[in-house]
């Protein structure tokens, strides 16, 4: 059984990875590289294989990068099946047409600026567009459920918990050779709307996402304090309360936090403004699903309430609409995309709002630091949006607690259970994966980092330590010996 990795290996973002086993090709998500301009240039990399040889692509979840590269591989020539949860079917729909239409938008964009130049032929063409999503979503068969299991050639596979985002898996695979389990995006335990991850049963060897694997989150009950103690300085401010937010589980999270706060009277009542179309669109999911989500939401759905509707929410639709919101006079709440600031509707309410002392801006989402969040954050006197200068004279207010991605203690919790498998470290910076490698080796586990594009062979080989990507001729050396 081998791996190649063709994201993720080093960085968070692009998780794709390719198995052999015995000639047949599987591949477990499709992300799409996200960051700067460097690592999203790799998105433009061929695929080292031909799409077309490929015999199914399994889904762990519908983020963007997780699944964003899809439409690429269809483009490319890859026809066959795309096994999903039928939550991650519905919503990655949602985000790839949200992605395709960004990028065949900022594409018309740089078109018009570059034709001044007279350097019109020099515009990058969009990844993918419309089409090219409609054809990738013809192909998704929502027919992993958790529990169960699915054939698929060699391989059987089983979708179970993994607790990070709406119909969000992690995947058991077993084949003659052995057994491996790809964590997918693992659930923050304390966190979020979504039922704890499903203890994995015991494997041979593991993929694991590390997005935190070196930090422990706050308990929620003092994040929620924080959130009201901020929310209720806010209002007394007069202005608008700015909360940039990711469209899916952290929109839905903070819309539910809301509705509680603002139903126990614990913040006062003031108008919300839920302003993304995409967070509009993946609520309708959460309420669809809602069987999936923890015990008070359900208990909310089953007494006939909206756990997603606090009083006073307005959902906006057009980009008019999202305009006018800047007239209104007085504290408002606006849950806007994207949620690190660096497009979407939230930019324009940023031109409009962060110079002004009555306004306050709320974090609630991971900011990367060279991110428009991130320099906000790092304490930026003068930001650039839109193109224009805008001096940062809001109140800017940091939670952290609201992460939807397991801390150290809910990755080590899960790895516990999966008896002495090999660990390959996944979807995390490289600084944080050397932070978790000696905690692993402490615990008797033997772990690495998965190496960017070269192969290696799950079941045999062994490479104490966490040899770094690039080093393989060496380790390819010892393949054999190990086991
Ligand atoms: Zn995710």
Redesign the pocket.
């Known amino acids: 059984m081998n791996l190649q990795s063709l994201g993720a290996a080093g960085t968070v973002s692009g998780s794709c990875h390719l198995l052999t086993l015995g000639g047949q090709l599987v591949m477990v998500d499709c992300g799409l590289f996200q960051g700067d301009a460097a690592l999203e240039a790799r998105n433009r990399e061929a695929f080292p294989f031909d799409p077309g040889d490929l015999s199914a692509v399994l889904l762990t ?1 519908a ?1 963007l ?2 699944v964003g590269r899809l439409p690429l591989l269809v483009r490319r020539g890859y026809v066959g099946p795309i096994y999903c949860t039928p939550p991650t079917l519905n919503l990655a729909e949602t985000v790839l047409l949200d992605s395709a239409r960004l990028q065949v938008e900022s594409y018309k964009q740089e078109v018009r600026r570059a034709r001044r130049m007279n350097r019109e032929g020099e515009v990058p063409q969009p990844l993918y567009d419309e089409d090219d999503v409609h054809r990738t979503v013809a192909l998704m068969r929502p027919t992993l459920a958790f529990g169960q299991t699915l054939t698929v050639g060699r391989l059987r596979v089983r979708a179970e918990r993994a607790g ?2 709406l119909g ?1 898996a992690f995947l058991i695979l077993d084949s003659p050779e052995g057994r491996l389990l790809c964590s ?2 693992l659930g923050n335990r304390e966190s979020g709307l979504q039922q704890d991850f499903t203890p994995p049963p015991e494997a041979d060897a593991v993929l694991v996402e590390t997005t935190y694997a070196n930090r422990t989150h706050r308990p929620l009950a003092q994040t929620l304090d924080e959130f009201r103690d901020v929310l209720n300085q806010s209002v007394r401010l007069g202005g608008k309360i700015l909360i940039p937010s990711f469209a899916i589980e952290r929109a839905q999270a903070i819309l539910y936090y809301l509705k509680n706060l603002m139903d126990a009277g614990e913040v006062p009542r003031v108008p919300i403004f839920l302003d993304s179309p995409m967070a509009a669109r993946a609520t309708h999911e959460y309420f669809e699903f809602g069987d999936e989500l923890i015990g008070p939401v359900r208990g909310a759905f089953r007494s006939g309430d909206d756990p997603f509707r606090p009083s006073g929410l307005h959902v906006v639709t057009s980009s008019s609409e999202s305009q006018r919101i800047n007239r209104y006079d007085g504290a408002a709440i606006i849950i806007a995309g994207n949620g690190m600031l660096s497009g979407g509707r939230i930019q324009h309410h940023l031109k409009h709002q962060l110079w002004k002392p009555s306004t306050s801006l709320v974090i609630v989402s991971y900011q990367s630091p060279s991110s428009l969040g991130g320099q906000i954050v790092a304490g930026a006197g003068v930001v650039q949006v839109l193109g224009e200068d805008v001096a940062v004279r809001a109140q800017v207010h940091t939670i952290g607690g609201f992460s ?2 397991a801390d150290q203690d809910d990755l080590l919790s899960w790895l516990d259970s999966t008896g002495q498998a090999h660990i390959w470290l996944t979807h995390g910076e490289v600084s944080v994966m050397n932070d978790f490698l000696p905690i692993l080796t402490e615990r008797g586990r033997l772990a690495d980092r998965v190496p960017r594009r070269d192969a290696v062979d799950l079941i045999q080989t062994h490479f104490p330590g966490g040899r770094p990507p690039g080093e393989l001729e060496e380790a390819r050396m010892v393949v054999g010996q190990a086991e």
């Open positions: 979840h983020h990068d997780h990070h985002i969000s997918g995006d939807a991605h």
